[in-house]
């Protein structure tokens, strides 16, 4: 149906590195000795722990409630024994701590009662109930919850299989092997948003999952039917180029509409899922299973490269053990290339939005070269996607001039990595951009304490000073009062002294008066 | 020679009556210079600069009676701002300071409820009432520390606030230099 693709600026082709990991099927891990859930797995906000240390727990059972409306719920990943509640590092640059649920596996893998729901037939609140009280959180990376995103109105479902970053594949092994779920989950969640058509969106470099994605669709589930037609699902090719994963960059691709940088896709009737989370959605509602695990993609110097069926709260450490990191790996790097970090501590666990390790040496990622100057030669600006100008932004990061920053909309920049990957003269730009955005967000932090504090203080003196007012209007009043009470008492006694002499007067006339009669 | 002085008088008159008339009816309330230096203030109200206030001691500085390096949670770099805006000359406080963001928490197990903390606190920050427990709202807090001296039990205690992933930043990329011989 839709004949013409559309490009967005800039972009760049890195090598792939996919067929490292991408062969090999998806293989299941042994559990680990304990599993580390952390309660903070959505990017908005942590769930409420509701078991104790020494609770038995089965596989799929809510350990962590959803807190507020955007809160995301956290389930056992297997059966066995809570045993411990405390902070462990978090998946994270800066390798903090966040409060998390350990549980020891008791081996058994016993679920919890399944209860399916019949997308067709339950209403749409408890779907997307469902959706949140299962812990869906964005696969991509992201982590935005998948419930807020599926309570929308919209016109076109996109769905991104694109996965441009390089290295990681487990994507490509999921719509290779699971796509009849991909679809299902698909049509359940344009039904859910409405949307008349829905696109899946591939890079066409991975011509195996777009087979598969095609073929799914063609013997579409009847309970996806009754929510989607199949005519109305269509799988569409992209060409391979970095980063069309990205969301405004795909919806650009596949819709021709170029949404503003401080405007949502929702915005123009668009929405956009990842295939594993749209896989997760399908798991969730038909087949009543909470979000435990994930697909994770181990890849780099390691024996056994491949996609790994993980279980949420295995410790990097282990599952690397597993795979058997070759000697040489000077550090890890969870996400891809691009856009990952590099892990401060491998005791750190798997978490719903890490979708690859890579086992880094120096063969395979040189160190880089030192950073020369900027020579201005604009190679950036060329290959920035949202059209910024990443000189400009490196100059006024590298002063610490914020407001410059800012005004040349540092924020439009998603960290994709394209400018420090063209640049010649080896500056790590994304690194002094991620710098000075969080130096802005820690101004404005506290100027809105700053701001806060002032009128408090302010509404106090007012108040004090209101208070002393009052205060002396009130005693004035008391006094005034005394004084009235005391006139008037003086008032009367003057008064009372006169009745009394008049009286005195009376009396001595009276005793006067038989006197005078007598007299006559 | 009499229309010119004519004209000249009349337009003088003319011109008195308007600006007599902005100067009552456009007059600007309060001081914005004052208001100006506020901004830049860090609005902790912890009164170290002498002054009972952000506010008063923005006043004071606007009319040219304080110096503009007294306020200590701002240290130099807000002095030097002050220098830039006023063009008065800056002299460094001597004593560069990082220091966290810290809250008051109050020991609610010493707490006698006396009520004096809350009477010092300039942002209304503590909540309680006469032999009732106290306790720090600590989003309101400002880490002015004048809650500490008026209490007699000593229950009160500064701490740093968490680092959490919202709050942690990203260093400023530092390249490591290369050893040579």
Known sequence: ?520 | MLAALLVMTGIALVLGTALGYAAVYFKVEGNPLAEQIEATLPQTQCAQCGYPGCRPYAEAIASGEAEINLCTPGGDDNAQKLAEMLGREFKPRGTPVEKLKTVAIIDEQTCIGCTLCIQACPVDAIIGSAKQMHTVVSCYCTGCELCLPPCPVDCIALVEEPRTPQNWRWKYPVKGLKVVA
């Not at chain 1, 722990?49 to 038995?56: C, L, S």
């Not at chain 1, 089965?58 to 809570?82: D, Y």
């Not at chain 1, 003057?494 to 006339?509: D, G």
């Open chain 1, 1 to 520: 149906m839709i004949s013409r693709l559309f490009s967005f600026r800039g972009g760049i082709k890195p090598d792939s590195h996919k067929t490292e990991s991408s062969e090999a099927s998806i293989r299941n891990v042994p559990l680990p000795s304990r599993l580390v859930v952390l309660l903070t797995q959505g990017s908005q906000g942590a769930a409420r722990t509701i078991v104790t240390v020494g609770d038995k727990v089965l596989k799929g059972q809510c350990i962590g409630e959803a807190e507020g409306v955007a809160g995301t719920a956290i389930h056992a990943p297997t059966s066995g024994t809570v045993t411990e509640i405390g902070p462990y590092p978090m998946a994270h640059p800066s390798g903090l701590a966040s409060p998390a649920i350990v549980i020891e596996p008791d081996g058994e893998e016993r679920w919890i009662t399944h209860e399916p729901l019949d997308p067709a037939t339950a209403s749409r609140e408890d779907l997307i109930l469902r959706i949140q009280a299962s812990g869906i959180v964005g696969m991509g990376g992201a982590t935005f919850p998948s419930h807020l995103k599926a309570d929308s109105e919209i016109e076109t479902l996109i769905i991104n299989g694109a996965e441009c970053e390089p290295w990681i594949t487990c994507d490509d092994r999921l719509m290779r092997e699971r796509a009849a779920h991909i679809v299902t989950g698909s049509a359940i969640l344009a039904h859910l948003t409405g949307a008349r058509q829905v696109l899946v969106g591939i890079e066409d470099n991975k011509p195996e999952a777009i087979a598969a994605m095609r073929t799914a669709i063609q013997d579409m589930e009847a309970v996806a039917r009754k929510c989607l037609d199949a005519d109305k699902m269509n799988v569409i090719a992209v060409p391979t180029l970095y980063p069309t994963g990205g969301e405004k960059q795909l919806v650009r691709v596949l819709t021709g509409i170029d949404v503003p940088p401080d405007k949502r896709i929702t915005d123009s009737g668009i929405q956009c899922f990842n295939v594993a989370t749209a896989h997760t959605v399908c798991r969730a509602l038909l087949h009543g299973e909470s979000m435990v695990s994930r697909i994770v993609t181990v890849t780099g110097s390691v024996e056994r490269p491949g996609n790994y069926e993980t279980p949420l709260g295995m410790p990097v450490a282990d599952l690397l053990a597993f795979c058997g990191v070759k000697p040489g790996t000077s550090r890890v790097l969870m996400g891809g290339p691009m856009m990952g970090f590099s892990l401060p501590s491998l005791d750190a666990p798997i978490a719903k939005g890490c979708n690859c390790l890579i086992a880094a040496s120096n063969e395979l990622f040189s160190p880089p070269p030192p950073e020369q100057p900027c020579i201005r030669c604009g190679n950036c600006a060329n290959s920035c996607p949202v059209g910024l100008q990443p000189f400009e932004l490196y100059w006024a990061s590298r002063a610490k001039n914020l407001d410059r920053a800012e005004h040349y909309h540092l924020f439009t920049c998603m960290e994709c990595g394209c400018c420090a990957y063209v640049c010649p003269a080896h500056i790590p730009l994304v690194d002094y951009f991620r710098f000075a955005k969080s130096e802005i967000r820690a101004r404005n932090e506290e100027r809105k304490t700053a701001e806060q504090a002032r009128t408090r203080f302010e509404f106090r003196s007012l108040r004090l000073e209101r208070e002393k007012t009052e205060k002396a209007a009130r005693l004035a009043a008391k006094a005034a009062e005394t004084r009235a009470k005391a006139a008037s008492e003086a008032d009367s006694a003057l008064i009372a002294a006169a009745v009394e002499q008049a009286k005195m007067q009376s009396s001595v006339q009276d005793k006067a008066a038989p006197s005078r009669d007598q007299q006559t």
